[in-house]
């Protein structure tokens, strides 16, 4: 059953043989994708339905979904085309797209089984496209028919994108979503940090002798004792390393006064003495670097916080520009209007100067007929003065 299902990417039967054209009923077709997927082992899925993997059209994902038993249809083949991940769309979204389905017959493909919408809507309450009754089972399962062969079926599914709708302040969202979500879990991961979560109680060990000694005097024996209880009363510090030397040099040499257990010890702390006293050098050389690593730690962390409140700073900031940007879009909507209105108005003065500049041509014309014409009257005026003057003369 583990391999039973093949998806495979590849260019397919629809995409050869189901073109669909750039004009679509929904406008020109800005973007197409398709994906093959092949099903193995098809008679025995159990599960109610099946996903294939997803494919990337214009940034959005998609996937086809199978029911191989029906989606509350009994006896058919359901068979769908969805938006994948509609959850990380930004609210509102809408795309428009011309789908297409196939289960591909792989004897004569161009006998496929094949369903088209020219145009459809997806929405976050309809994200899907497809039908419950896509193929009758009987059909389906008729290895005669060429839709299963070796008990592997194959649908393709192909779409091309009219248009892809992001709401203004959501495309906002999806530039800088990462950011908010890493600096989400950054905020999160400084309220931990914040919080004591390691304890660390360090507790030393005080050692007490209470030693009669031989063989050194009872003087050196006295101050050797005196001398590690001294060095006992508290933590080990590397300035009493030669004190604590000296002192269990002259107990070791002492041979009465002292258990068996207790010679043994303190012979053994003495011969061992390099070893004895690395483990606390060590543990401070450690415990130095603990501090050091505390202290970077507790630096990192300011630097975090800040950081975290730059980021604050830097969304506050966005949502300004944002909000100045749609400002300074619909004051550039004005004054693209006016600007229209203003071409208008002058292409309707350059009509009204050019009827203007016809008038004035033919009045122009008009005046030297009528030039022509007073030239022509200004004769027979003459002439008429003349006869006028030949009265006055004859009647005076």
């Known amino acids: 059953m583990n391999e039973r299902i093949e998806l495979i990417n590849c260019a397919g039967y629809l995409r050869d043989k189901v073109d669909m ?13 398709s994906l093959r997927w092949n099903i193995r082992g098809f008679s025995r899925l159990v599960e109610d339905k099946y996903w294939s993997e997803t494919f990337t059209v214009n940034g959005c994902k998609w996937r086809i979904l199978i029911y191989p038993k029906g989606n509350k249809v009994h ?26 389905l196939a289960i591909i017959n792989q004897y004569v493909p161009s006998l496929s089984a094949i369903r088209v919408t020219p145009f459809h809507v997806f929405l976050a309450e309809e994200k899907d496209w497809g039908l419950k009754a896509f193929k009758s089972l009987d059909e389906v399962t008729d290895c005669s028919r060429g839709l299963l062969v070796n008990d592997t079926i ?7 994108i009219y248009k892809v709708h992001l709401p203004r302040v959501a495309r906002h969202f999806t530039e800088t979503s990462k950011f908010d979500s890493y600096f989400t879990q ?7 940090a914040s919080d004591p979560v390691l304890n660390v109680e360090q507790s030393s060990r005080k050692q007490s002798a209470n030693l009669t000694l031989e063989g050194p005097s009872k003087e050196e024996v006295k101050k050797a004792k005196q001398s590690l209880r001294e060095c006992l009363q508290g933590a ?4 009493i390393k030669s004190k604590l ?3 269990l040099s002259t107990l070791s040499r002492a041979e009465e006064n002292l258990s068996s257990e207790q010679k043994m010890l303190i012979r053994s702390v003495f011969v061992d003495f390099d070893n004895f006293i690395g483990g606390f050098i060590t543990f401070e050389n450690d415990r130095s670097k603990l501090e050091l690593h505390k202290l970077r730690t507790e630096q990192l962390l300011s630097d975090l916080k800040q950081k975290n409140e730059t980021h604050a700073w830097y969304k506050e900031s966005l949502e300004n520009l944002t909000g100045e940007e749609e400002e300074l879009e619909m004051r550039l909507e004005e004054l693209r209007s006016k600007r229209t209105k203003l071409i208008s108005d002058w292409g309707a003065l350059m009509s009204e100067s050019e ?4 008038s004035y041509v033919a009045e122009q014309k008009k005046i030297i007929e009528v030039e022509e014409q007073m030239k022509k009257s200004e004769e027979g005026r003459a002439r008429s003065d003349t006869t006028w003057a030949r009265l006055k003369d004859l009647l005076s």
């Open 21 to 33: 054209d750039d004009q679509g009923v929904g406008g020109l077709v800005t973007h197409s994708g």
């Open 75 to 100: 006896g058919h083949l359901s068979l769908y085309l969805e938006v994948a991940e509609p959850e990380r769309l930004p609210v509102g979204w809408r795309i428009e797209a011309k789908v297409c």
């Open 154 to 160: 194959t649908v393709e599914a192909k779409v091309d």
């Open 186 to 192: 950054l905020g999160q991961f400084v309220k931990l």
């Open 236 to 239: 080990f510090k590397i300035d």
């Open 245 to 247: 030397y000296a002192a």
């Open 355 to 358: 009827e203007v500049k016809s």
